[in-house]
């Protein structure tokens, strides 16, 4: 699925249209054939309330992180 690599920092409106854009084309093909966690550690653009809410709409429960339904 990856890597992804950043030239510069990334803000967290970047890593949610990076997740919407490369990550979960692919991810959301690998969920539908088996059961699929998502885990991320607590770093600012992981935290960021948007990409929170888009990780619970698109993994429920089956995502890891701070504040997460699994937490980190």
């Known amino acids: 699925m990856g890597p992804f690599f950043c030239?510069?920092?990334i803000?967290?409106?970047e890593y949610l249209a990076l997740l919407e854009t490369k990550v979960w084309p692919v991810a959301r093909q690998l969920?539908?054939?088996q059961q699929m966690f998502w885990q991320q550690d607590g770093a600012p653009p992981?935290?960021?309330l948007p990409v929170r809410?888009?990780?619970d709409e698109k993994?429920?429960?089956h995502w890891i992180g701070r504040r997460a339904p699994i937490p980190w």
């Open 31 to 33: 969920a539908a054939e």
């Open 7 to 9: 030239e510069q920092t």
């Open 46 to 48: 992981h935290f960021h």
């Open 59 to 61: 993994f429920g429960d």
């Open 11 to 13: 803000t967290g409106a």
């Open 53 to 55: 809410h888009w990780l």
